[in-house]
């Protein structure tokens, strides 16, 4: 998951430091009072997620029950946590309710991810990576996942056209994955910007998935381009 370099270090500051503005830039400004207004930041704090886009895993969840108990997940750009630390909730990978079936979280990232009870990390990893893949396998039981998770994204480059292209192109490679481990009636949820080639994306997911949705969170900002596409019912072009 991608964030910039300033909500990643003021995102669980206090109010007391995020009130101190003097010295900011005027962008920088404008996203600290952004932040004290959030009520998803507040909501993040009061229940311990890393990030306040928690909050638009659950909702998807809420509504397509991707994450039972018992499966496993792969959590693709994984930093700082927080969908992991949803999907650890969700599929019950920690063993918090021992009458369930415990599922399995990994996560990938190029950064790194601190630790997570019930998580297992690849830092410094890129996803792409058939080296990354085969740990994938070692680390899934029977190196097989139930559902795929993006919320990675690049560095933004201040060019609309051409960070909506590298995104897509991101989220294009993760039908690679799905063919290495995605198993046959696999979901993937994956976050694009909204651009010229968000319909190939789709026609390009709606080849190998059965279904293929275009969901905006409650919790993804009204002005943000951002966008999620839920593909459902896999089907592997592969033994």
């Known amino acids: 998951m991608w964030c910039a370099s300033l909500p990643r270090r003021l995102l669980h500051c206090s109010p007391s430091l995020m009130k101190k503005q003097k010295g900011k830039t005027a962008a920088e400004q404008r996203w600290l009072q ?6 998803y930041v507040k909501a993040s704090h009061a229940q311990h997620f890393r ?6 895993l659950l909702e998807i969840d809420d509504k397509f029950r991707l994450l039972q108990p018992g499966r496993s997940v792969v ?29 399995s979280v990994v996560g990938v990232d190029l950064l790194n ?3 997570l009870d019930g998580a297992r990390f690849l830092s410094s990893h890129d996803v792409t990576d ?4 085969a740990k994938l396998l070692e680390l899934l039981p029977g190196g097989r996942a139930h559902v795929i998770l993006s919320d990675m994204a ?6 609309r056209e051409m960070d909506h292209e ?19 009636g696999g979901s993937l949820v994956c976050k694009y910007w909204d651009g010229i080639l968000a319909r190939r994306l789709q026609e390009e997911l709606s080849g190998v998935f059965g279904s293929v949705l275009t969901l905006k969170p409650n919790a993804s900002r009204r002005e943000s381009a951002e966008r999620y596409l839920l593909a459902r019912m896999y089907r592997r072009t592969s033994p």
Do not use: H, Y
């Open 154 to 159: 690049p560095n933004a480059s201040g060019f």
């Open 130 to 133: 058939p080296a990354t893949q």
């Open 34 to 39: 952004r932040q004290r207004k959030d009520p």
């Open 113 to 115: 991810i601190p630790p």
């Open 166 to 184: 590298r995104l897509v192109a991101m989220c294009l490679s993760l039908t690679d994955l799905a063919e290495g481990i995605l198993l046959p």
């Open 75 to 103: 959590d693709c750009g994984a930093a700082p946590g927080a969908w992991s630390q949803v999907a650890v909730q969700r599929v019950n990978s920690a063993g918090t309710d021992p009458a369930l079936p415990r599922g």
């Open 51 to 56: 990030c306040r886009s928690a909050f638009k």
